[in-house]
């Protein structure tokens, strides 16, 4: 055997306790090859001394306890093999009882006394009954754990189960289950006992050592799980209390821990479901730091899936009130535990409620009331500050999203805004963000205006800067793909009836307009596109009897309209107005609304003239002027005199001759509406060519003069083509000596030979005006009297 005491190492022990147990081995099976039973039980004493060491780790001591299970397994079958050649069962029971040492003694009991129980004998249950109390005769608490160990593996095939060939009188499986659960009991109290094993320095390495010996104890309930016998009666009424009453009183949190997680694995989830209040009611006399959290979420992951895969057990849930106990257990749980973090009760109500949805859907109420329960036990804490506490809690507020798919049944639960309050501003910001996703992603529609009332408080904290901390700084980018989120959900808030869209509406400008100047440049823009798609749905105002008096008139949404755009300037985003102002113009245009759409294009005007500076800025803006203005047929004479003389104004004040120029000629096309007769003024046409021309020649002489070379051909290329353009519309005042003019002005240039890309050009006009004379017809005709 391995001398008890110090100097070597643990391999060194393990190797010499491995060498003489290979030497015993090899002589005990000498001797069950010539059939002497004498010298076999001898060897297989002195072998199984070995596994008398201390010295040994249970990794360890584990490697040398298989080699000896390996070895008895063919003893076993020896003494199997004598039995049918005449040696009584009973003599070889009482034989191997007459070894020196009791721990060799027992293991050999424990052959024997499976080929006694396999011999039928003895009635099985006597045999295990004397079997488990004599295991009682080691205390030490590895020895021991591994000889009961040793018992249960031989015992499990010859339990007098239902159905067993071992199966006895009527009482033979409480028979089976009362070895089960003595064996299960005493092998908890030695390896709770480990713990006391050895100094307090090293109890963080013990408390290693005996998680890696758990399986050992739960190999048990394991066994107690397979028995034909243990029926719902039975293990509610025995086998469930009597285990629970072992866990409670070890009041040790591993054990506590490992045997309540191992009761939800292995027992069916059926007998769970039946026996909650038994089960849950354990849980309070836990130790405090006992992980019983993750022990009742496997519990409600179990009994939901169970659910999910047979649902005509959902009625068993209503019927054994399910939620209630599990809702009270958890309140108990944290009662009794006044230090638990605030993880662990966010995560016991985030497993409940995942519970909850999955196995009562239906039951809204029961989902609101876990946010209640939850609410109760973050009051009086703030905002939450723990990382991972914050992260459970949007797990748990997204759970309805997840399940529903529709943020609208969300809106419904009355707590759901609540338990939102308890997040930090960007967490507030992170959860904003999943429920704009659900909105997008189920294409949910939210269609009153108080759902989307309910809907912005959900996410105030992407549309509004009230509660922003002072000093937190928000990645750029991160910011611009939350405000751009925003402004999609508003494509998702949409009612069929004009009226409460329009209180839609009204209520995102009372939740925009505080969202600060950095957010309005994103929000502001999609609100417009809403109400102008508003406007479209509105009837003629001759088809509405009501008027401009109604509730909801094009007159009442441009007033909005203008209202939420003169935040824009401020924020500043001046460009940004200009164009929503020239869109509010022209939608006024298709409504005939000319005093309004005068007034968007003098608000345009106004920040052309007072914001945009920057000269490149100038000329878009410039040519969105001319391009929105060209389509305008609501202005009367004088209305429309002002705004194309102020265009052409602004034209001919650009910094870059080549802009005025290009400008100049655009204007051309605010005086010639093909289709509206009033609006048809060759002079002015003209008069803009010249003018353009003008500032054309005006343009080269400065680059001659600057540069000391003749300037771009381009730009009379470009009026030739805006002459072209109005000679086919037939306006008189563009004659054939004007356009041959041109031609041959452009003709006469030095600069167009040496500059390729005006040659090209001019080529292709040159060839377009070609190519409309050979088409023929009246505009053929037009081109065939100039002469290229």
């Given at each position: 055997m391995i001398a008890d005491g110090a100097g070597e190492d643990e391999e060194k022990w393990l190797a010499a306790g491995a060498a003489a147990f290979k030497q015993n081995a090899f002589y005990m099976q000498r001797a069950i090859d010539s059939n002497n039973l004498k010298d076999a039980l001898k060897y297989s004493a002195q072998m199984l001394s070995e596994l008398r060491t201390s010295k040994l780790s249970p990794h360890k001591y584990y490697d040398l306890y298989m080699r000896a299970f390996d070895e008895l397994r063919k003893l076993e079958i020896f003494f199997m093999e004598e039995t049918r050649r005449g040696c009584s069962v009973i003599e070889l029971y009482e034989l191997v009882q007459h070894a020196g040492n009791i721990l060799p003694r027992l293991y050999l009991l424990c052959t024997a006394g499976s080929v006694y129980i396999r011999t039928k004998e003895a009635p099985a249950k006597e045999i295990l009954k004397d079997l488990v109390e004599m295991c009682r005769g080691i205390q030490h608490p590895l020895r021991g754990l591994f000889l009961r160990s040793y018992l249960a593996q031989i015992s499990r095939d010859k339990l007098p189960d239902i159905g067993s060939e071992y199966e006895g009188d009527a009482d033979t499986v409480t028979d089976a289950v009362e070895f089960v659960l003595l064996n299960f009991t005493e092998m908890n109290k030695l390896w709770v006992r480990m713990q006391h094993q050895g100094p307090a320095r090293e109890k963080e390495k013990r408390e290693k050592e005996r998680s890696e010996l758990r399986d050992l104890v739960g190999k048990n309930l394991h066994v107690l799980s397979q028995l034909e016998g243990v029926d719902l009666e039975m293990y509610r009424d025995t086998v469930l209390p009597r285990v629970l009453e072992q866990i409670v009183n070890c009041r040790d949190e591993i054990a506590q821990y490992y045997l309540m997680d191992c009761i939800i694995q292995v027992f069916p989830d059926e007998y769970h479901l039946q026996t909650l209040d038994i089960l849950l009611g354990a849980c309070p006399q836990l130790q405090p730091s006992v992980d019983i959290m993750t022990v009742l979420s496997r519990l409600m992951e179990r009994l939901s899936s169970y659910a999910a895969l047979n649902t005509e057990v959902l009625?068993?849930?209503?019927?054994?009130?399910?939620?209630?106990?599990?809702?009270?257990?958890?309140?108990?749980?944290?009662?009794?535990?006044?230090?638990?973090?605030?993880?662990?009760?966010?995560t016991l109500y985030s497993s409940l409620l995942k519970f909850t949805l999955h196995v009562h859907p239906d039951r809204l109420d029961y989902a609101d009331q876990v946010l209640g329960s939850c609410i109760k036990q973050l009051s009086g804490k703030g905002k939450i500050h723990d990382t991972r506490a914050t992260k459970e809690l949007v797990t748990l507020l997204s759970a309805p999203l997840e399940k529903y798919n529709d943020v609208?049944?969300?809106?419904?639960?009355?707590?759901?805004?609540?338990?939102?309050?308890?997040?930090?501003?960007?967490?507030?910001?992170?959860?904003?963000?999943?429920?704009?996703?659900?909105?997008?992603?189920?294409?949910?529609?939210?269609?009153?205006?108080e759902k989307v009332e309910a809907l912005l408080e959900l996410i105030k904290g992407l549309i509004s800067d009230l509660d922003e901390p002072q000093g937190l700084e928000v990645d750029e980018d991160d910011f611009?793909?939350?405000?751009?989120?925003?402004?999609r959900l508003i494509q998702m808030l949409y009612s069929d009836d004009p009226e409460e869209m329009f209180k839609i509406i009204s209520v995102l400008k009372k939740h925009f307009l505080t969202g600060g100047p950095k957010r309005l440049k994103f929000t502001i823009p999609a609100l417009v596109v809403s109400a102008l798609k508003l406007?479209?749905?509105?009837?003629?105002?001759?088809?509405?009897?009501?008027?401009?008096?109604?509730?909801?008139?094009?007159?009442?949404?441009?007033?909005?309209?203008?209202?939420?755009?003169?935040?824009?300037?401020?924020?500043?985003s001046p460009d940004l107005a200009f164009r929503l102002y020239l869109q509010c113009a022209e939608a006024a245009n298709k409504c005939d609304e000319e005093p309004i759409a005068y007034e968007f294009f003098t608000q345009a005007y106004i920040l052309y003239e007072e914001e945009i500076s920057d000269s490149k800025a100038q000329v878009t803006a410039l040519q969105l002027i001319i391009g929105t203005l060209q389509r305008m047929h609501v202005f009367g004479v004088e209305n429309r005199d002002t705004l194309t003389h102020k265009a052409t104004g602004y034209s001919a004040k650009l910094l870059k001759k080549p802009d005025q120029c290009r400008a100049v000629y655009a204007c051309s096309h605010?005086?010639?509406?093909?289709?509206?007769?009033?609006?048809q003024d060759g002079e002015r046409v003209l008069r803009c060519l010249k003018r353009a021309l003008k500032i054309a020649n005006s343009a080269q002489q400065m680059t001659s003069s600057a540069r000391g070379?003749?300037?771009?051909?381009?730009?009379?290329?470009?009026?030739?083509?805006?002459?072209?353009?109005?000679?086919?519309?037939?306006?008189?005042?563009?004659?054939?000596?004007?356009v041959e003019s041109m031609i041959q002005l452009i003709r006469n240039e030095e600069s167009l030979t040496s500059d390729p890309s005006a040659e090209s050009f001019f080529a292709s006009t040159l060839r377009f005006m070609e190519f409309q004379k050979q088409k023929g017809g009246a505009i053929g005709d037009r081109y065939e009297q100039i002469k290229v």
């Open positions: 009625p068993y849930f209503l019927q054994v009130e399910a939620f209630s106990k599990l809702n009270n257990a958890i309140g108990k749980v944290i009662e009794a535990q006044e230090d638990m973090p605030i993880l662990s009760a966010v609208v049944i969300a809106l419904k639960l009355t707590n759901y805004p609540l338990v939102l309050e308890y997040l930090d501003s960007e967490n507030k910001r992170v959860m904003a963000t999943v429920i704009i996703r659900s909105v997008m992603n189920n294409k949910t529609i939210i269609a009153t205006a611009k793909e939350e405000q751009n989120s925003v402004a406007i479209r749905r509105l009837p003629e105002e001759g088809d509405n009897p009501f008027g401009k008096e109604a509730s909801v008139s094009a007159t009442k949404i441009f007033q909005f309209l203008n209202q939420i755009i003169e935040a824009l300037p401020s924020a500043p605010l005086f010639w509406l093909e289709d509206h007769e009033t609006i070379s003749t300037g771009s051909v381009t730009l009379f290329i470009e009026i030739l083509n805006k002459y072209l353009y109005f000679f086919e519309k037939g306006i008189p005042q563009i004659t054939v000596e004007s």
